[in-house]
């Protein structure tokens, strides 16, 4: 008899196992003379050596299977026991969709320009995506950061933001640059986690796969091999502007956001980004992709109270 222990790290076990194990039971089924018992996030197989072998090897493949799409399900399950790849495909494809992300959530480009912006990612090594609040632009960002690195595109994530007070006095909050700055980050943190799983993502923040920073973090570096974004352009000064932009190193992408209607800099200083599209709008490898309010995601009433500010401001 041959015994194997496999660590389920970073795995919502619910999801990996299935509810009431229907997931693993299945396994259980195709190999009548071993045994497979889930304990905490370990799996035990114990049985004859070819079967041990087996099941260890189909549930490599499974965990490698939930970590890029998010999901199991008893089907998968059978279709990867029967070797039916054809029908796997057939379970898991939908070309719409960006990131399998936690709880079963799907997340996919929703609406025409957030597809612009998921295909002139593809195509440029350098995006602008430009538009008012709610339009998805940062979200749609990061799930395209997230795909690249399961799919080994990239070795690593970088956000970044400028440190600029929206109305608030970033001096008298406590801590260092980074602690008075991450308040400003959680569309980002919320972003990440419907993407990857808490620990998996806690993971990647300690060893540095996924950074999120200010802005003056990235000054004297160059950034190989990384799906870079950022977020809040409107609020760099045209100097960190092309800072950050000349910071790209190889086999790198960038994806730069923004809302030029919601400049916090003093009035005397131009907008970064602003500054931006007037200067880098006609270079081959760039991509602009406009937003409006027809690709607001959040609650209808957005729409109309968008509507109602940019009438006013007309």
Known sequence: ???KVIELNGISLLDFLGVQNKNIKEISKSFPASKLISRGNEIHLKGPEDEVRQMNELLETLIGHYNRFGK???DIV???LQNDTEQISNLIKDDSILVHGNRGLMIKAKTANQKKLVEASLKHDIVFAVGPAGTGKT???VALAVKALKEKRVKKIIITRPAVEAGENLGFLPGDLKEKIDPYLMPIYDALNDMLQSDKLGGYVEKN???IAPLAYMRGRTLNNAFIILDEAQNTTPMQLKMF???MGPNSKI???GDVTQVDLPRNQKSGLQDAIHKLNNISGIKFIELDGRDVV????VVKILDAYEKADK
């Open 1 to 3: 008899m041959t015994e």
């Open 72 to 74: 199991l399900s008893p």
């Open 78 to 80: 059978k279709n990867y």
């Open 139 to 141: 979200y749609t960002a």
């Open 209 to 211: 796969v996924v950074e």
């Open 245 to 247: 932009l000349t910071r």
């Open 255 to 257: 994806v730069v956001t």
């Open 298 to 301: 959040r609650h209808p009433l």
